[in-house]
């Protein structure tokens, strides 16, 4: 297979300087080369892309993801979803995200217990199309806690896998280890959002119960994630070794005091877009300001939004993304996390960049075995996106698919480099 060597580029590295003049050579599935200039690096039979001026990044890394929730018009009807229909849908999904640049994805819990396994072996089988995967358990949860949709008179598990005590969590847990995930996900604070037996501020699990879960995980170099809103949850989180903590809304000086000495351990995920959006854009889904307000969803908003700001600033990994997937906050819309960063927290575009590329790729890297990506540097895994327009000017312009000219994993062309939209149109004038 031909080199490939793509010039004529702004390039942002991940790191969050400044996007410079370069060119990138590619050979195999990584990243050989990277120069400052044009014509710095020799041709030698490459396969040379000449990108016109367009940016070129790291493709994104989602830390947070639901490939295999189905935009369904509430969370709890994703169960009712039969698995045949669930893994077509999911399949598309995982598509569709790959089409918007991601090119890794960290699950933060399945719709079904197999389905992001299938998804992620499929793709790296190369039968469908989709980014690297980690696949996840569903969520864990305790009876009584966030999504057990039970009732008394009928057996209904909805898309949740409920289990109580150390013995059964042990039990489950190696069960899907058995069955090949990455990712364990514990339900371990409450939520607002389905139950109203289980709030913000609640834990649901017992101690027993998360170490056992963990001990179990670790020993196999599977990680674990947890739904943590509560201020204990997130000291829970980091006593017991929880590297993913999504959400972490509620954190007090004190927890962020422990999070911050022990930083290098642990990635926070807000996932800002589905509050956001139910609290300002889901009336058409039944779900209108009132039933917003009743769930403090915009305490969540802000007070979620100044512990990220405080987190950040102690050093703390705060990453973009995270519970795309319902109707109102549907797969295809993520990157306006990246606005909602810096709108509501007030990241910078390079900090919000950076996070959403390189900070991703370190959290991918500490499964091990030398996976580098993230970032545009020699060495790095040639993961790595094209777009039209300067993208530090304007945040949005990636939550328009057709911006993205040239989208690579692994050295290869999920979508094949495709010339400047401006640049076309001002060679049609010329003619
Ligand atoms: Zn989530």
């Known amino acids: 297979m031909a080199n490939k060597l793509v010039t004529n580029v702004m390039i942002f590295d991940g790191t969050g300087k400044k996007p410079y003049l370069g060119e ?37 890394i989602n830390i947070h993801a639901h490939t295999t929730y189905l935009d369904t018009t509430t969370l709890a ?26 090119t890794a ?12 396994v299938v998804i992620r072996n499929e793709i790296n089988a190369g039968r469908i199309p989709g980014p690297r995967m980690k696949a996840c358990t569903t969520q864990f949860v305790t009876t009584s806690g966030p999504w057990d949709a039970r009732q008394m008179h009928m057996h209904h598990e909805s898309f ?17 280890i058995r069955e090949g995930v990455d990712m364990v996900k514990i ?50 989180c980091i006593k017991h070794g929880i590297e993913f ?17 022990h930083k290098d351990r642990f990635w926070v995920a807000p996932a800002l877009g589905a509050i956001y959006a139910t609290l300002h854009e889901a009336s058409d889904w039944g779900m209108d300001k009132e039933f917003a307000l009743a769930r403090h ?14 987190m950040f600033k102690r050093g703390i990994k705060v990453l973009p993304y995270g519970d795309y997937g319902v109707a109102w906050n549907p797969h295809g819309t993520d990157h306006r996390d990246l606005e909602h960063f810096i709108n509501l927290i007030g990241f910078t575009p390079e900090q919000t960049l950076m996070m959403a590329t390189k900070w991703g790729g370190e959290a991918w890297a500490s499964w091990g075995g030398g996976v580098e990506m993230g970032q545009v540097k020699a ?8 777009v039209e327009g300067d993208p530090l000017a304007d945040i949005t312009l990636f939550q328009d698919r057709d911006n993205f000219l040239m989208i690579m994993k692994d050295g290869q062309y999920h979508k094949a480099p495709q010339a400047r939209r401006a640049a076309g149109r001002k060679r049609v004038a010329a003619e």
């Open 379 to 386: 060495g790095f895994l040639a993961d790595m996106v094209m």
């Open 105 to 116: 994805v960290i699950s933060a819990a399945a719709s079904k217990p197999r389905l992001d």
């Open 24 to 60: 990138v050579l590619v050979q195999g599935n990584r990243i050989k080369t990277v120069a400052k200039g044009k014509d710095q690096i020799a041709r030698d039979g490459a396969e040379v892309v000449d990108g016109g001026g367009a940016t070129l990044l790291p493709g994104f």
């Open 297 to 310: 969803f915009d305490r969540e908003i802000e007070v979620g939004c100044q512990t990220m700001m405080k």
């Open 187 to 236: 339900a371990l604070s409450g939520d607002n959002f389905s139950a109203q037996h289980s709030d913000e501020h609640s834990v649901t699990w017992a101690e027993d119960e998360i170490a056992a879960c963990v001990e179990v995980a670790h020993s196999r170099n599977v990680k674990v994630c947890a739904h943590a809103r509560s201020d204990e949850s997130i000291r829970l």
């Open 77 to 102: 009807s994703v169960g009712d979803v039969p698995p045949e229909e669930a893994t077509l849908q999911a399949m598309h999904n995982a598509r569709l995200v790959h089409d918007c640049g991601f």
């Open 245 to 261: 903590i999504h959400h972490a809304t509620y954190a007090s000086e004190k927890t962020l005091d422990l999070l911050e000495k």
């Open 160 to 176: 949740s896998t409920v289990m109580d005590g150390p013995v059964e969590v042990r039990r489950k847990t190696r069960e899907m």
